[in-house]
C-alpha cells in the first residue's frame, strides 16, 4: 500500500501568518499521498462582530445560527482555505480546496437529540473515498475546510479534528495512513505546564492508566479518545504535536505517537 | 466530439434566491458535460459596507485593495459558490466548486500598464484544460468562482465574463463547446426597451452593421466583442439570454444566438 499523511491543522496556527507559512513550507514538502484539514481560528469571530453578529456559547461550544453559518463558511472556505491553497501553490504543491459539499465529499447530518440546539452543526455519515482517491491519483493534495453538508442542500458546521479523523480512517484501507493532529502543543503532556514532559509514544493501556491518574488534561480527552477510535479502525497510527516542527512529527523525532 | 456546456450566471440571479433555485434546477437537468461560472451579486458591496469597509469605484469599476479582496474571496469563493454547490447536490447534480488557485486552474497576473492602479484583478494567462478534463470525465460537474491565482500565493479578483469565455476556449479543442451567458436580459435587443426585440441569430457582419448604426447597447458590447473573440478561437456557439429560461436557451427557441 502506498503511504498517505492525513495532516489536521489548529486554529490558533492558521491565525498566525508566519507560524501558518512555516507550517505549509513544510507540509509541501511530505512526500507521497498528503491531505490537509484546516480549522478555523479566531478570524469567524471577529468578523462576526464586526458584523454585529452576537455569538453565542453555551458550555464552552458556539451555537451555529444561519447567519454564523454564513460567516463560517465564508472564513473557513473563502478566505482561509483559498490562502492555504494559493500559499501551497506558490510553492508547487498542487493544492485543491474542498468543503464537504464539493463532489459530495463528506456527507453529514444535522445534529439532533442532543439536549442543546447547536443549530447547523452536522456529524459525519460518508466521506466519499472514491473522489480522494481519484485526485491523490492525479496527484493533487487536497484542502479540506471543515463546512460539510446533507444532501438536501444545507451546509453544516462540523468539527475539523472529527473530520481529520473520518477522513483518514475512510482513506485507511486504501492508503497506508498516518493521521497526524498538529497545534501549538508540544504533544501530550506528562505535566500540563511542562512543554518538556512530551509523551513519545502512548498505547491504549498506558493511555488509560494516565486517565485513571487524572494525569491527561481534560482538553486532550477528546482528541485522544479520537485518535485511538481512529487507530481501531485501520489507522496505522495517529500523531500529536506541534505544528511547528512538522518535518520531526512525521518522523518520529517529536511529539506523541499514538499507536 | 462530445458536447460541453459552460453556462455563466449573472450576479442579479444569484442575488434573487427563487431566480437562482429555478436557474439551478434547470442547469442541472442538462444533459452530458457542463460547467458552470459564477458572478458575484450585490453581496459583497454589502458585507464591505456592514464591515465600514469604503468601496473606491474609478470610471464605474470597484478597485479591488486587500480588504475587498478578502471580503470577494469570503462571498464569491465562500458563500455563493458553496451555496451552489450543496444546492445542486441535493438535485442529485454532483457539483464541485472552484476557484483559479484551486489545482492551478485557472492562473493569471496582476493588471499593470493601466492608467489606474484596480489593485488585486487579475488578467487571464491559462486555463488548465486538463484538470477541468479530468473532472468532466469523471462526471463531475465544476463550478467556478471568478477568483484567480498568480501561482505566486496571490489571490486575484477577475471578470466572471472573462473567466467563463477563457474556460469555453480552453475547453473547445476537445469538446464541442457551447458557452452561454445567462442573465436578467432577454438577449440582444434590437430595441433596447423592447423585451421583445431579441436578434434570434447574429452573426459578425450583422454585429458590424448593428454596431456602426449605434443600435447595439454600449453596455453589451464587450459581452459581444468577448463571444466573437470566442467563435474565432473555435467555440461552436455562444448563446446570450434570460437565465429564467436556461432550457430555451439551450435548444435555441430564446435568446441570441452568436456564431
Chains 1, 2 share one sequence.
Not at 77 to 94: D, E
Not at 96 to 117: M, P, V
Amino acid at each position: 500500500m502506498n503511504r498517505l499523511h492525513v495532516v489536521k491543522i489548529g486554529g490558533n496556527i492558521v491565525d498566525d501568518v508566519d507560524k501558518l507559512n512555516h507550517f505549509l513550507t513544510e507540509f509541501a514538502k511530505i512526500e507521497g499521498s498528503k491531505i490537509l484539514i484546516h480549522g478555523g481560528g479566531k478570524i469567524a469571530t471577529s468578523l462576526a462582530e464586526k458584523m454585529g453578529i452576537e455569538q453565542t456559547m453555551v458550555n464552552g461550544r458556539r451555537i451555529t445560527d444561519a447567519q454564523t453559518l454564513e460567516i463560517v463558511t465564508m472564513v473557513y472556505v473563502g478566505l482561509i482555505n483559498k490562502k492555504i491553497v494559493a500559499k501551497l501553490q506558490s510553492l508547487s504543491c498542487n493544492a485543491l480546496g474542498l468543503c464537504g459539499a464539493d463532489g459530495n465529499l463528506i456527507k453529514s447530518h444535522k445534529r439532533t437529540g442532543a439536549n442543546i440546539d447547536y443549530g447547523f452543526v452536522g456529524d459525519v455519515d460518508l466521506v466519499n473515498q472514491r473522489l480522494l482517491n481519484q485526485l491523490l491519483d492525479q496527484e493533487v493534495v487536497p484542502i479540506i475546510a471543515p463546512i460539510t453538508h446533507d444532501q438536501k442542500g444545507t451546509l453544516l458546521n462540523t468539527n475539523a479534528d472529527t473530520v481529520a479523523q473520518e477522513v483518514a480512517c475512510a482513506m485507511a484501507s486504501i492508503y497506508d495512513t498516518t493521521l497526524i493532529y498538529s497545534f501549538e502543543k508540544e504533544g501530550v503532556l506528562l505535566d500540563v505546564n511542562d512543554e518538556d514532559s512530551v509523551i513519545s509514544k502512548l498505547d491504549l493501556d498506558y493511555y488509560n492508566d494516565l486517565k485513571s491518574a487524572g494525569k491527561i488534561f481534560a482538553g486532550m480527552i477528546p482528541k485522544l479518545d479520537n485518535a485511538f477510535m481512529a487507530i481501531e479502525k485501520g489507522l496505522k497510527s495517529v500523531i500529536i504535536g506541534n505544528a511547528d516542527h512538522l518535518d520531526m512529527l512525521i518522523t518520529g523525532i517529536k511529539g506523541t505517537t499514538i499507536g
